[in-house]
């Protein structure tokens, strides 16, 4: 046999022992535990609960393989290795997921933000319509201030220095969503 076969024998003759013996069950629950733990982290936003109690599942079960079952380094170090390969894989699948599948169909990850495309271009246009309407300003507008037109009441800037509150205002411009009014001449 050549040295290879015979390191390759022994690794595998050591991943089996990690899977047989008397405490064996614990490191097995521990491990999959941790894995399900990791899998809801990768789903659930923020690094949270379930990505610290994941991790320390995985922690515990190379450590309950290392002490309770009288692991070997070789065990230790293939426990890691899994771990590692395992943590990797979700990791891949968790970005290709957010590139291709479900997770790259919400808005946050398509617009790179939680606003979506289409916010205030509605609004936009409805405010558009306001154009040339007068109201009454319920406060000071200094620049900023508040205006009702008919029942309903908008933010609207002076392009005037001040408008005191009760003055009739007329709307002579929108531009970003911003109302900007003038007195209303007569």
Known sequence: MTMMNLLAGSAWTEFVNIFVGEFAWLTITLMVLGMILCIIEAVVPGFGIFG???IVCEVGAVVVNATLCNGTPMQVFILILLITLFTLLIFLLFVRSARYGL????????????????YGKQDQAKL???IGKEGILITECHPIGKMRIGDVIYDVSSKDA????????????VEDAIIYVNKAVY
């Open 52 to 54: 610290i109690s994941g």
């Open 103 to 118: 997770l790259g169909k919400t808005p946050i990850v398509e617009n790179k933000t939680a606003i979506p495309n289409d």
């Open 128 to 130: 558009k319509e306001l």
């Open 162 to 173: 001040m408008i005191a509150k009760g003055v009739v205002v007329k709307v002579i411009a």
